[in-house]
């Protein structure tokens, strides 16, 4: 019989929202919405080696700090497969960042993913990937993306996938203004800008299926065309520092560029390596971002790379 595994180490992508289209409010409080995720070559790794109990330890190659006590999601996804499974093993837990901290890209979001899949591993439970996947929709609606990677599109909250057809390689400069904006708080204050734009919110979005043409037919004029994220307006309202870093990206040759997510990272479309690096060294030049990145997509979701 094979001993039991001591140690299991997993990674999971950093993701964009090509498109995230909100709609109304559902019973449980809960926007609608429509959204073209791509996880992107920023990836959180998650070791996770046998102990008597959980702990926390993180490393990161970005700035930014998170708290290591029971709210965060790589400890609450661990409590979460222990009550799924009744199981009330532990585990010493080390989490090495790569993703922009509260920038909007899921960092969190892959760490609980990576942190189930090490886990389920680790522990034997062997829910297998769909469960999993369920198990994470309950942290939130990034988790089971983070699992999936590549391209997908969500519905519901986001947590409904489907995968998109791409082909060629996506390039994006990540620009990182500095500060951190509060998702709750974005929702709240698009929630007030439709409201006094007297604007009705669809029971169900609906995206631009031009940018699931210009994924699959590799068209990256008609991708940039297609970019759009509803919550960008309320974004710009809490952070005065993004808007000049869209126009910035523009004015200096990007194909295009937006808030991810619920920002602030802001997501420029380009061509290749060399321009992304031509960009960034404007933004920085002009004192509008802390930090630029690099990234590809579409990256593959949650994967393990040791395991012993």
Do not use: M
């Given at each position: 019989m094979a001993l039991p595994l001591q140690r299991v180490v997993v990674r999971a992508p950093g993701k964009i929202n090509l498109s995230l289209m909100v709609g109304a409010v559902d019973d449980r409080g809960y926007h609608s919405l429509a959204t073209v995720f791509q996880a992107v070559d920023l990836y959180e790794t998650v070791t996770a080696t046998r102990a008597e109990e959980l702990s926390l330890r993180m490393s990161s190659d970005v700035p930014g700090e998170l708290p290591l006590d029971g709210s965060n999601l790589a400890l609450r996804a661990a409590e979460l497969l222990r009550q799924e499974c009744g199981v009330d093993h532990g585990a010493a837990l080390h989490v090495h960042k790569q993703v922009p901290i509260a920038g909007g890209m899921g960092g969190g979001s892959a760490d609980a993913a990576a942190t189930l899949v090490a886990l389920d591993r680790l522990w034997g439970t062997h829910l297998g990937a769909e469960r999993l996947r369920r198990l994470g929709a309950q942290l939130g609606a990034d988790v089971p993306f983070a699992m999936l990677g590549h391209t997908a599109l969500g519905r519901g909250n986001g947590a409904d996938l489907t995968t998109v057809l791409t082909h060629g390689e996506w390039t994006w400069l990540l620009a990182v203004p500095g500060g951190h904006?509060?998702?709750?708080?974005?929702?709240?204050?698009?929630?007030?800008?439709?409201?006094?734009?007297?604007?009705?919110?669809?029971?169900?979005?609906?995206?631009?299926?031009?940018?699931?043409?210009a994924l699959s037919g590799a068209n990256i004029e008609l991708l940039a065309d297609t970019l759009h994220n509803d919550l960008q307006i309320a974004a710009f309202a809490l952070h005065p520092g993004l808007e000049p870093?869209?126009?910035?990206?523009?004015?200096?040759?990007?194909?295009?560029?937006?808030?991810?997510?619920?920002?602030?990272?802001?997501?420029?479309?380009?061509?290749?390596?060399?321009?992304a690096r031509s960009i960034g060294a404007g933004l920085m030049r002009d004192?509008?971002?802390?930090?630029?990145?690099?990234?590809?997509?579409?990256?593959?979701?949650?994967?393990v790379l040791e395991e012993s």
């Open positions: 904006l509060s998702t709750p708080a974005v929702f709240r204050r698009f929630d007030e800008i439709a409201l006094a734009a007297g604007r009705s919110l669809a029971e169900h979005p609906q995206l631009d299926e031009r940018q699931l043409q870093v869209v126009e910035a990206a523009e004015r200096l040759g990007a194909q295009a560029a937006l808030v991810s997510g619920s920002g602030p990272t802001v997501a420029v479309l380009v061509e290749d390596e060399a321009q004192s509008l971002v802390e930090t630029c990145l690099v990234a590809r997509g579409s990256a593959p979701g949650a994967s």
